[in-house]
C-alpha cells in the first residue's frame, strides 16, 4: 500500500537533492556579512522547517487516528514524528556549526528558531519513553496520539513565545529567513526546501512500508505457525 | 456533568485536607530551593530578572510534584477503576483534577510568595502584590490545565515519576517565559508595568489552547 | 563577526552538509537492515509453507504491500518499533 509511487518519489527525491545542492554551491551568491559559512543556512532553515511541519502533521495525523479509531494513523503519525526527531538532531547539530562559525560559540542564545527547536526537541524526546513504557498497543496507540496532539499544539505556541522573548533580550539584526534575500538566494533556499520536504515524504513512506511489511510478516507466520499446529494435532 | 465534576473535587480536596500529602511537600520543596538558590547562586537579595527566574522556576518544580501526586490516590487505592466504571464523563473528571490541581498551587503560593518576599526578595512584595497576583492566578490556570494532561498521559506509563517532568517541563516553557518576563518589572526595585498587557495576552492564549486541548483530548485518556 | 576566510568556512560549511548526508545515509542503513530482516524471515515462511507440502493453498507469502487482500488498513495488532 505505502510501495506505491515509492520508487518515482524516490527519483524526484535524488533529482530535487542534486538540485538542490547545484544550486547552493554553484549558483547562489555569496554572503555579503557572512561569506561561505552563510550556505549553512541552505541545509539548516529546511531542515528545522519541514521537522516542525512533520512534528504539526503527526499531530493532524494522530488526531485522525483517534477519531477513526484506525490504527494505521497512529502508525503515520509515530513515523513522521520518529522522522522529524532525526531531522531535529541535523537541525540543532548544523545550527551549533552555524553558530561557531558566525558567532564563535557552539550555541547561542540569540536565534529564536534555533532555541525554541531545542524546547521542541526536549519535548519530543519524551515520545519514545511514554510510548514503549504503555504495553497495551491499542492504549500505547492512543496515548501516543494524545501527546501528539497537544505536542502539534505546542509547537507554534512555543515559537511565538521564544521569538516574543528573544526580540527583547536579543533583538535581531538579522533575518535570515525569507524576508529581504536577493532573488536567486530565495530561488536556491526554496529549491532546498522542496528537496528537503520530498526526502521527507520519500523517507516516511519508505519506513511505514517497511514497518507494513514487517507486520503482515507477523501475521503470517503466526497463521501458518496455527496451520502448523493444527495439522500437528490432527 | 458539572455534579461528577464537583463531587471527584470535593472528595480530591477532602482527601488532601485530611492526608496533607501534596501541598505541605511541594511548599516545603518551595522553601527548600530558595535557601538552595541563596547557595547557589551566593545572594542576599534578588530583584527583577534574577527574582523573576527564580520564582517561576521554583514554582514550576514545585508543581511537577504536585502533577506527579495527582492521580496518585486513585492508583494506590485501585480506585482509578472505580472511576472509570461509574458513568463519569472524562471531561469532568479533567474538569475535577484540574480544578483540584490549581487550589493545591493556590496554597502553595500563598507560602512561596512570603517566603519569596523574606528570604530571597529585595523590593518589599507588596509594592506589586495586585498584579503579581494576576500573573499568578492565569499562569496557575495554565498549569492546572497541562498539569492534569500530563498527568494523565503519564498515569498508565510504566516510569511515570520519570516522564511527568520530563514531559510537563518542556510543554511549560512558553508559560515560564510570559509569567516571568511579567514578573520582572513588578519586582523591580521600582516597579512597573511595562509590557504587563503582552505577556498577560500570551499566558491567556496559552491558557486557552490547553485548556480547549485538554477538554477535547481527555475522553481518550484513561479508557478501559 | 567578520566573515571567516573561505577555507576555515569551508570545513565548517562541509560539516553541516556532512552531518545531513550522514544522517540519511544512516537511516537508510537501518531500514535496509530491517528490509534484510524482513527478507530472512519471508524465506523461513517459505520453508514452513514448503513443509506443509501444498496444504496451505494460498501462493506464495507475497510482498507485504503488493498483495491487495493482505491489507495494512485495518487495525494492526501492534505497531512493531
Known sequence: ?234 | MIGAAVAILRKDLRLELRTKESVPAMSLFTVTCFVLFHFGLDRDSLDGELAAGVLWVTLLLAAVIGVTRLFAAEREQGGIDGLLLAPVDRTALFLAKGTALFVFLLALELVALPSFGLLLLGPDLRDALPELLLVLLMADLGLAAVGALTAALAAEARARELIVPLLLLPLLVPLLIAASQASEPLLRVSPSTEDLGRWLGLLALYDVVFLLLSIAVFDYLLED | MPALPLDEAGKYVAGAYVVFLTLIVVYVAIIGAKVARIDRELGELNELAGESGGQAGRSRPAEGPASPEEHGAGSPAEVSR
Open chain 1, 1 to 234: 500500500m505505502y510501495a506505491k509511487g515509492l520508487k518515482s518519489l524516490s527519483i524526484a527525491s535524488v533529482v530535487a537533492v542534486a538540485a538542490a545542492l547545484a544550486l547552493v554551491f554553484f549558483y547562489a551568491p555569496l554572503d555579503a556579512d557572512q561569506g561561505f559559512v552563510q550556505k549553512i543556512f541552505y541545509v539548516h532553515v529546511p531542515m528545522a522547517i519541514v521537522a516542525l511541519f512533520g512534528f504539526v502533521a503527526g499531530g493532524v495525523m494522530a488526531i485522525k487516528h483517534l477519531r477513526s479509531g484506525d490504527r494505521t494513523w497512529d502508525m503515520r503519525s509515530y513515523v513522521a514524528i520518529h522522522l522529524s526527531i532525526i531531522l531535529g538532531v541535523g537541525v540543532l547539530a548544523t545550527g551549533a556549526i552555524w553558530a561557531k562559525a558566525s558567532w564563535g560559540h557552539w550555541w547561542v542564545w540569540d536565534e529564536p528558531v534555533l532555541v525554541s527547536f531545542l524546547v521542541v526537541f526536549l519535548l519530543y524526546c519524551v515520545y519514545y519513553p511514554l510510548r514503549f513504557s504503555i504495553d497495551d498497543p491499542e492504549r500505547q496507540a492512543r496515548y501516543s496520539s494524545v501527546f501528539a496532539i497537544a505536542a502539534g499544539a505546542f509547537v507554534p505556541l512555543n515559537f511565538a513565545a521564544v521569538r516574543m522573548a528573544e526580540s527583547f533580550t536579543h533583538p535581531r539584526v538579522l533575518s535570515q529567513t525569507g524576508g529581504d534575500l536577493p532573488a536567486e538566494m530565495r530561488l536556491t533556499f526554496l529549491a532546498c526546501l522542496l528537496a528537503m520536504a520530498l526526502l521527507f515524504v520519500t523517507l516516511w513512506k519508505l519506513e511505514l512500508t517497511s514497518k507494513n511489511a514487517s507486520m503482515q510478516l507477523k501475521r503470517l507466520r503466526a497463521k501458518l505457525l496455527a496451520e502448523a499446529d493444527a495439522r500437528a494435532a490432527a
